[in-house]
């Protein structure tokens, strides 16, 4: 199983904790993590995955593997830019969106779009004619999160 972890190239301390966490448990499940490979909430998961001994890869916006986060197992520079979200949320199998700025919000568009699962921790949520939309499953903590993706992806 792939399961992409997404969020902000800047995070919070907060958000980071939970990043590293969410990565920690992927890697316990037996997945693999995707992301865009570079820092913040990507960087964490990453870290937290290496540290349990999980694979990582990173699919990077620009043209330079060399600019991925030290964490990354598998860099991809595809020189796409904020394209490059498509092919994270196309490979993943489900996916986990920690906090997140616009950019996290495209690739959880794309991932409902594509019927992928979408777990969302401290992160947007989808209302559309004031209701919200219950695809965007919120987890409570990382194995929540993780456990929800395992199930649903």
Known sequence: MYIAVIGGAQCSPEEEKIAYEVGRAVARSGAYLICGGLGGVMEAACRGARDEGGMTIG???G??????????????????GQARNAIIVRTADAVIAVGGEYGTLSEIGMALKMGKSVVAIDSWR????????????????????????CAEG
Do not use: Q, Y
């Open 63 to 80: 043209p330079f593997r060399s600019d991925a986060n030290p964490f990354v197992d598998i860099v991809i520079a595809t020189d796409m």
């Open 126 to 149: 989808i209302e559309r004619r004031g209701k919200i939309d219950e695809r965007v499953v919120v987890a409570k903590d990382a194995e929540d999160a993780v456990r929800i993706a």
């Open 59 to 61: 699919i990077l916006p």
